[in-house]
């Protein structure tokens, strides 16, 4: 992996740093593309998503959606009218999210 000119204390170059070695680990391995290449790739990536979300808050979900449709129905099934926060507690949600998935469970069953 080619050497980096970024450093964690540089705090806004981190992102291009993480996303840097992500992409050149997956391409090298993957796709057997040179390292340098790939680094570079990365590099230009992370400076896209700069370019686009810069300055602003982007919510990075911790699961892939379908995922979530099996969580939600598991936690519907689950939910006994009282048990919010331990579902959450379980889930990681907060009790707010948890009622939430339980009101939209309802509607969806309903249809």
């Known amino acids: 992996m080619p050497t980096s000119k970024y450093s964690v204390d540089d705090r806004p170059d981190v992102l291009i740093e ?4 992500v992409v ?5 391995a993957k796709h057997g593309l040179d390292a340098e290449d790939a680094y570079r790739i990365g ?5 896209e998503v700069r ?15 379908t995922r979530n449709v099996e969580r939600d129905r598991e936690i519907f099934k689950r939910f006994n009218g009282r048990n919010t926060g331990e579902l ?3 889930y990681g949600l907060t009790k707010e999210r948890v009622r939430q998935i ?6 969806r069953r309903e249809r």
């Open 18 to 21: 993480l996303c840097a070695k």
């Open 24 to 28: 050149a680990l997956r391409l090298t």
């Open 43 to 47: 590099a230009e990536c992370a400076e």
């Open 51 to 65: 370019t686009a979300f810069g300055g602003g808050a982007v919510y990075i979900p911790r699961m892939d959606p």
């Open 88 to 90: 959450g507690l379980e």
């Open 102 to 107: 339980i009101a939209a469970q309802r509607v």
